[in-house]
C-alpha cells in the first residue's frame, strides 16, 4: 500500500515533469515534428519530411529544487528518400526514483500523408522494485492545406491490468493531437494531450524567427499551468537551444539543448 501511494504521487510528479518536451516549446509536454530537429519524431513517429542524412540531438533539464533530478535525452534520426529511422534514450531519476525510455520509431512520406510506428523499452524503478516494460506506438500526420498540417499519435498502446499485490510500474496510455499553422517566419501550435487517469491538457505554442538564424519560442497549456519561453540558435548545421519552463512545482526547469548533422 505504501509503495502505491508513493507510485502514485511519483506518476503525479511525472505528469507534471517537461520531460517529452526535449528542446523547443517545453510547456506542450511534447515535441514537435519541427524541420532539421533531431526530435522530430520523438512524440510523433510519423517524423516531418526534412533534409536528407543524420540528425543528432542531445538536451539536458534541470530542476535544482530537487538535489539529483536531471533528465539527458539523446536523439539520432536518419532520413532517406521517403523512409526515417529514429532512436531516442531518455534517463533521469536519483536513487530512490528512476527512469529509463529507449525508443525506436519508423515512418513512411506518401505525398500528403505521413505514417510512423514506434516501439519502446521502460524501465522504471522505485526504491528496490523494478521493471521493464516494452510496448508501441502509433502516429499520422496529413497536410491540410498549404498552411495547416494536422499530427496525431497513439502512445503506450499496451496496458496491462497488475495483479492486486503487484505495483503498476507501467507508463500510462496517451494520445496527443497538434495542429501546426505556419506562414512566412510565424509557425502556431494548438495542442491537445490525454493522458491515461491524469487527464486532458490543452496547450498553445508560439515560434517566430526574426531573423535567418535566430528562432524564439513561447508555449503555454491550461491543466498543467504551464509556461515556457526559449531561445533557437543556427550555426550552419548546428542548433542551440536554451529554455526555461514555470509550472504548478516550485522552481523554475532549465533546459538547454544542442542538435547537429550532415547529408
Not at 502514485?8 to 515535441?31: E, F, I, K, V
Request: hydrophobic share 40%; net charge positive; aromatic share 14%.
Amino acid at each position: 500500500m505504501i509503495l502505491w501511494l508513493f507510485w502514485h504521487s511519483c506518476s503525479l510528479l511525472l505528469a507534471q515533469t517537461p520531460l517529452p518536451g526535449a528542446n523547443r516549446l517545453q510547456a506542450l509536454g511534447m515535441d514537435m515534428p519541427l524541420e532539421a530537429s533531431a526530435f522530430a519524431a520523438r512524440s510523433f513517429p510519423q517524423g516531418r519530411q526534412a533534409e536528407m542524412g543524420w540528425n543528432f540531438g542531445a538536451s539536458l533539464h534541470h530542476y535544482g529544487e530537487v538535489e539529483g533530478l536531471n533528465a539527458r535525452q539523446l536523439a539520432v534520426h536518419r532520413q532517406k528518400s521517403r523512409y526515417h529511422q529514429a532512436l531516442f534514450i531518455d534517463d533521469w531519476g536519483d536513487a530512490l526514483y528512476r527512469e529509463q525510455h529507449f525508443r525506436l520509431h519508423s515512418g513512411l512520406f506518401l505525398g500528403k500523408w505521413q505514417f510512423g510506428i514506434g516501439m519502446q523499452a521502460s524501465r522504471l524503478r522505485i526504491v528496490e522494485q523494478s521493471r521493464t516494460t516494452l510496448n508501441g506506438s502509433l502516429g499520422l500526420s496529413s497536410r491540410i492545406n498549404n498552411q495547416w498540417q494536422a499530427h496525431v499519435a497513439l502512445q503506450q498502446l499496451y496496458q496491462p491490468l497488475p495483479a492486486a499485490e503487484e505495483t503498476p510500474l507501467q507508463p500510462a496510455a496517451q494520445s496527443v493531437l497538434a495542429l501546426q499553422y505556419q506562414r512566412d517566419k510565424t509557425q502556431l501550435f494548438i495542442t491537445y494531450r490525454q493522458q491515461l487517469g491524469v487527464g486532458g491538457d490543452f496547450g498553445l505554442g508560439f515560434l517566430y524567427q526574426p531573423m535567418k538564424d535566430w528562432q524564439f519560442d513561447f508555449a503555454w497549456s491550461t491543466f498543467y499551468r504551464r509556461l515556457s519561453i526559449g531561445m533557437h540558435y543556427q550555426y550552419q548545421k548546428m542548433h542551440f537551444h536554451f529554455g526555461i519552463l514555470y509550472q504548478l512545482l516550485p522552481g523554475p526547469w532549465w533546459n538547454s539543448g544542442i542538435e547537429g548533422g550532415w547529408p
